[in-house]
């Protein structure tokens, strides 16, 4: 993608983690690279809570594939930070070899069949939140997840082995579900960094008051909010359909699926590309709730979908 999605974070940008600001470079000299995402997350959310500071207690182990680390967190998540990224109801799992694997198969997967999944990734993901619900909790768990408020870090649930968003559920474990779900919140990482340095809607234009795009695939879900959004989430979800959908036709036409793999992507891409097409097509008609720049970016995202 060109324009609709970035794909590189400019030097010296608010997002960038190497740049000169001071609470950064002083997490830099003190060794506490991995909690330099939630020194951002302190400007963005701008409560006055040193989300850093509470970061500071997380431990991360590095998950390294074709020489790009990640942090995946351990120990106890911090309150603070849970409650601001609507992670209350859950808990950081233990890190065993098995997870380690999965995880491992999955990054090495995006590296080797998807390259520019995987550079996208290595831009705009730094950290790994592997969750499960708290004991006692009787609700469904999230697949997997990210917050604009959080830059370059992803959540994701053992749910991410095996469901491919928002219908396909495999009974079977699989390091393909898993590597999908992490380029789908990678893909929303890199929708938020462009969306928050440049004006893509129009002025005055506000998710409260946006006009709402009926989502009739979410009515069975009954809950309001994913039976109608918001023009700005319609937007982040087109963009990230045409992402997935092109990883699904890349697996589709590979030989090293099992048969169930091969089933779920065909099953999961057959119900995407409606959805984008839809989905596309409800935004142009909504065009004028977006900036010039913006505007743009419909004209490419269009051509992108044609190409599905």
């Keep these: 993608m060109k324009t609709t999605i970035a794909t590189r974070v400019p030097a010296g940008s608010f997002f960038d983690l190497g740049r000169k600001g001071q609470d950064l470079i002083r997490l830099r000299e003190e060794g506490a690279d991995s909690a ?3 020194a951002l997350m302190e400007r963005i959310v701008k ?3 040193p989300y850093a500071e509470h ?3 997380l431990r991360s182990d590095k998950v390294s594939v074709a020489g790009v680390s990640f942090d995946w967190f351990d120990a106890e998540l911090p309150g603070e930070i849970a409650d601001e990224i609507n992670l209350a109801d859950y ?7 098995e997870r380690r694997e999965a995880l ?3 990054l090495d997967r ?3 069949v998807h390259p520019e999944g995987f550079a996208r990734m290595r831009e705009f993901v730094r950290g790994l939140l592997w969750v499960g619900l708290k004991p006692g909790v009787r609700t469904s768990s999230l697949t997997s997840s990210s917050d604009p408020a959080l830059p370059y870090v992803i959540v994701f649930s053992e749910k991410a082995r095996h469901h491919i968003p928002p219908n396909t559920v495999s009974e079977q474990p699989s390091s393909l579900f898993l590597a999908e779900n992490l380029l789908h919140e990678g893909t929303h990482q890199s929708i938020s960094f462009h969306i928050l340095q440049n004006q893509v809607f129009a002025d005055g234009y506000s998710s409260q008051t946006s006009p709402k795009i009926e989502i009739a695939w979410r009515a069975a879900q009954g809950v309001a909010r994913n039976q109608f959004w918001e023009i700005d989430r319609a937007f982040h979800a087109t963009c990230v359909y045409n992402q997935l959908l092109r990883f699904r036709q890349t697996e589709l036409n590979r030989d090293d699926l099992t048969s169930d ?6 099953s999961a891409y057959n119900e995407g590309l409606p959805a984008v ?3 596309m097509r409800e935004l142009e008609l909504l065009r004028q709730h977006f900036s010039p720049h913006g505007a743009e970016l419909l004209v490419d995202l269009r051509h992108q979908t044609d190409q599905l």
């Design 47 to 49: 409560s006055g809570t």
């Design 110 to 112: 995006l590296s080797l």
């Design 104 to 106: 491992t198969r999955a």
């Design 261 to 266: 793999e091969r089933a779920s992507f065909r």
């Design 91 to 97: 808990e950081i799992i233990e890190h065993t070899d």
């Design 277 to 279: 097409r839809y989905l």
């Design 36 to 38: 330099l995402p939630f």
């Design 55 to 57: 970061a500071r207690s």
